[in-house]
Structures are given as C-alpha cells and as structure tokens.
C-alpha cells in the first residue's frame, strides 16, 4: 500500500486525495475539478491502510480535501483517522455504500461489532449483549452506537 514517502505525493499538497475501500469504492467518476488529485486503494480500512492514509494526509496542507469511496465501515473509519489529522468534516467527501456493513460500538462493554443495517439486532462480540443497532453515528468513533436490544423487558 502506498505510503507518504512512496506516494509521489510532495509535501504541501493541496489537490484532493480520494481514498477507495474494497471492491464497491470508487472514486473514478468524482470529479475534482482542475484541483490536482492523488488516487489511493485499499482493500479495507485496516490499521496499516489507516496508517498509510494518516501519512499521507500529513504530507498535505490547510486547503487539501478528501473523497472516500466504499462500504459504510470502511470510510467511516478512514473519516475519524482524518478527523485525528485534524480535518474538518466540511474538508471530507464521503460516497457511501449503504449495502456495506456497518461498526457498532456498546456501550456496555465498549467493543466494536461489524453488522449488517442499521435497524436491526446483532449480538455484541465483546460481551454477548443483543444490541439494537441506533441509526445514530459517531464521527468520532467511526460507528454506529448500539444498545440493549432487551432492556426494558421483565427479567
């Protein structure tokens, strides 16, 4: 995968870096206007794809914008490691699968599941809790917030 170093990437840059995830990312058809553009892929957001997105969004400046193509878990991810390099929410693009699966964190036990849709049940892989899954999303976090699917019913 491509690092800042190996990127071709100067240091300074201010184009658009779009980053695509699996097979569903794309970035091909987003036009960027006569900005300069640097194409990075990926297979999934892992930690080294997240650490070589991070390197070279270090390498770019205040002005720089970012399209990220692919499953929902993917560039949520890669949205919150951008965010830790300090850009805004307004600076990021994201072309969304909605068919992807999705991370949902519980709160109970603060683990991180991937799940189908929104909506729906799934069982927490960190503390086995049925959670419901929230349409509500962390930037922060990079997931959807889970809860106990049961809670209000009598034990």
């Known amino acids: 995968m491509p690092s800042a170093a190996g990127s071709g990437l100067e240091p300074g840059f201010r184009g658009v870096i779009c980053a695509s995830f699996g097979v569903t990312g794309d970035t091909a058809g987003h036009d960027t206007g006569d900005r300069p553009r640097h194409d990075l892929r990926f297979v999934s957001a892992n930690p080294e794809a997240l650490a070589d997105l991070r390197s070279v969004l270090g390498c770019s400046h205040v002005g720089v914008r970012l399209v990220l193509a692919g499953?929902?878990?993917?560039?949520?991810?890669?949205?919150?490691a951008a965010a830790e390099c300090g850009l805004l929410e307004e600076e990021m693009t994201?072309?969304?699968?909605?068919?992807g699966p999705r991370v949902v964190y519980c709160p109970h036990c603060r683990a991180r599941t991937t799940v189908?849709?929104?909506?729906?049940?799934a069982e927490c892989s960190g503390c086995a809790t049925t959670l419901f899954i929230a349409d509500h999303f962390s930037r922060r976090m990079g997931a959807y917030l889970g809860y106990?699917?049961?809670?209000?019913?009598?034990s």
């Open 71 to 80: 499953p929902p878990a993917d560039i949520r991810a890669a949205a919150a």
């Open 94 to 99: 994201l072309l969304c699968d909605e068919a």
């Open 116 to 121: 189908g849709a929104a909506g729906t049940e």
């Open 148 to 154: 106990s699917a049961h809670v209000e019913e009598a």
